[in-house]
Nanobody, 115 residues
Framework: QVQLVESGGGLVQTGGSLRLSCAAS????????MGWYRQAPGKQRELVAA???????NYADSVKGRFTISKDNAKNTVYLQMNSLKPDDTGVYYC?????????WGQGTQVTVSS
């Protein structure tokens, strides 16, 4: 059974940075594309960044140029470096495969950006 554990969230001011980490219990990074998803208050969960098995990245327009997704297959960990954070980036951030597998959703990590 795959388990995904997100960490690194917190409270940050507008313009600040955070680095999120997602540790997996299995070697899914070398098999599947991975993504970081965000669920803002009152909104549906959305994909904000993805990385393929080969390392090709893709971003939602709202985070392009500010967020960077990366992974370390040896450590079974995927990262999301978030710079120039805005209040609209507030939400719970999750990692999962892209597309996601419903039973693999973790608890997520809360990111709050104050204005």
């Amino acid at each position: 059974q795959v388990q995904l554990v997100e960490s690194g969230g917190g409270l940050v001011q507008t313009g600040g940075s955070l680095r999120l980490s997602c540790a997996a219990s299995g070697r899914i990074f070398s098999i599947n594309a991975m993504g970081w998803y965000r669920q803002a208050p009152g909104k549906q969960r959305e994909l904000v960044a993805a990385i393929t098995r080969g390392g090709v990245t893709n971003y939602a327009d709202s985070v392009k140029g500010r967020f960077t997704i990366s992974k370390d297959n040896a450590k079974n960990t995927v990262y999301l470096q978030m710079n120039s954070l805005k209040p609209d980036d507030t939400g719970v951030y999750y990692c999962n495969t892209a597309p996601p597998v419903s039973v693999w959703w973790g608890q997520g990590t809360q990111v709050t950006v104050s204005s």
